[in-house]
């Protein structure tokens, strides 16, 4: 039988994102040659320049040839020339939703104690991943203005909360737990004491679900107190399941505790369908083209991506990799501070997984 060749959409994006995504397509060459496992990429030009240029956010036309990739990588995407809503929704927002990526797995790990602005806190600490749900909630959409531009202005803005996708994200974070293995513990974040109808759907179906999972504890917790525990014992968590909102916010704080956004990396994951990968810290406009930016939140996303289309050793590889050079070679996680440019630390990545192939 051929061995199959993987199809990765590729959009570096605006910003940072070209020179980020670059740096994670020579890592995935190199691990690529050395696991054996062939794969071609397809560039798209989407992204805040285009949108300028043509007038076009996403194309369906390149949706449609999105829809049928392997996974898709992506750098960034945000302009601060443009509107803000009109490129996240046009482009981010509807490949979650049409796409049903219907989780946005966001890891916060730390790599080396130095890079953690909590005091005390080592590598056994911080290792946790926040499950957030990526296609209902407060981003939906819904609602609209009454009497706009007036003083007797009133804004509907609707969470929306379906049995189904409740559970659908709940059963994925469960399932997480599991194939982890570490804490075995799944915690709930929510806000069941004020948000009365979205939360107690939320808090019933988690602990239905539990319910078939009896090795792995079930826990609820309010998000205020989640931020709270966040800073003071990370410890604490394994796997945290939530809404969008509450995930949105959360995974910022997540990220600052592993060392910040030049580590933080994500997944939107449509568990039978495609999945889109980036690192989390947007375009970085005043790092554009400066090479400075750190690139290893977008080879963590590459990580991520090689573990759903089924590459879990290269992307142990990959993870293990960016930990060494972390602890190794980094004087710190900031653009211009790593004591290597961006292009320097994605060689060596390259250099560490070329020297430990086996
Ligand atoms: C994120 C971002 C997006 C979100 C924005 C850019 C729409 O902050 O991926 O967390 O709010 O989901
Ligand atoms: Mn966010």
Redesign the pocket.
Known sequence: MSKKTYKIAVIGGDGTGPEVVNEGLKVLKTVAAQQGFAYETISYDIGGERYRRTGEILPDSIFQELEKVDAIYLGA??DPNIKPGIL??GI??RM?FEMDQYV?LRPVVLYDPRFCPLKDKTEDDIDFIVVRENTEGL?CGAGGFLKKGTKDEIAIQESINSYKGVERVIRFAFDYARRRNKRKKVTLCGKTNVLTYAFDLWERVFYKVAEEYSDIEAEYANVDAICMWMVKSPEWFDVIVTD?MFG?II??LGAMIQGGMGIAA?GNINPNGVSMF?P?G?SAPKYTGKNVINPLAAICALSMLLDKIGEQQAAYKVEKAVKMVVKDKLQSLSAGKMGYSTSEVGDLIVEYLSKNSN
Request: glycine letters at 18%; hydrophobic letters at 25%; charged letters at 35%.
């Open positions: 995407i945000g996240e929704k981010l927002l979650r946005n981003y969008n949105d995974t910022d994500g980036e989390i947007g």
